[in-house]
């Protein structure tokens, strides 16, 4: 069973940092190419980045690009969301999606975890 876990959402003042992660079980991790997407109040959910199994690419919505930086550790099993110079318009629910290289698509999804940025 695919499960994803997200975790180092938070509050924070305009400026400010948080780095999420997510750990991934039940799947052969680096099989898979990971992403991240938010949604804010009242919006659709969007995709904020992502990076490729061997991390040799990473893409990014405009809107945070480069405030925020994707990362994975193939070990741990986990994929990272480094957010830097955090603005209230990034105020969201953030997920962490696994891409199934049989289907091409974000089959499998994390919980979410809740970024509050006040100004």
């Known amino acids: 069973q695919v499960r994803l876990v997200e975790s180092g959402g938070g509050s924070v003042q305009a400026g400010g940092s948080l780095r999420l992660s997510c750990t991934a079980s039940?799947?052969?991790?680096?099989?898979?190419?990971m992403g991240w997407f938010r949604q804010a109040p009242g919006k659709e959910r969007e995709f904020v980045a992502r990076?490729?199994?061997?991390?040799?690419?990473?893409y990014y919505t405009d809107s945070i690009e480069g405030r925020f930086t994707i990362s994975r550790d193939n070990a741990k099993n986990t994929v990272y969301l480094q957010m830097n110079s955090l603005k209230p318009e990034d105020t969201a629910v953030y997920y962490c999606a696994a891409d199934e290289p049989r289907t091409h698509n974000y089959d499998y999804w994390g919980q979410g975890t809740q970024v509050t940025v006040s100004s």
């Open positions: 039940g799947v052969t991790f680096s099989r898979y190419a």
């Open positions: 990076i490729t199994q061997n991390a040799l690419s990473t």
